[in-house]
Nanobody, 121 residues
Framework: QVQLLESGGGLVQAGGSLRLACAAS????????MGWFRQAPGKEREIVGG???????YYGDFVKGRFTISRDNVKNMLYLQMNSLKPDDTAVYYC???????????????WGQGTQVTVSS
């Protein structure tokens, strides 16, 4: 069993920044690929980014250099630094692990409860 707990969401103006954090506990292994997903109202869930245990990163096409994913394997923490936020980034953001098939139909076994990110124009 793995528990994932996100924090750091909130309301921010367009162009602003937020840093999301995810604390992992339970049978989480530092070798797991971890990732962030998001789901906006009326839209399908999509991958924001993923990071392997040795630090290889993948981002969704919409990120375009604005977001940075990182992890601390000692503390079992996952982070998402989001800069230059746009109203289209408004969504519930979920931490997930282990993430499989990052580039093609990504999925995960465990999910956090999600944290709301709202970007005002």
């Amino acid at each position: 069993q793995v528990q994932l707990l996100e924090s750091g969401g909130g309301l921010v103006q367009a162009g602003g920044s937020l840093r999301l954090a995810c604390a992992a506990s339970g049978r989480i292994f530092s070798t797991h690929t971890m990732g962030w997903f998001r789901q906006a109202p009326g839209k399908e869930r999509e991958i924001v980014g993923g990071i392997s245990w040795y630090g290889v990163k993948y981002y969704g096409d919409f990120v375009k250099g604005r977001f940075t994913i990182s992890r601390d394997n000692v503390k079992n923490m996952l982070y998402l630094q989001m800069n230059s936020l746009k109203p289209d980034d408004t969504a519930v953001y979920y931490c997930a692990a282990p993430v499989r098939n990052l580039k093609d139909s990504p999925s995960a076994d465990y999910w956090g409860q999600g944290t709301q990110v709202t970007v005002s124009s």
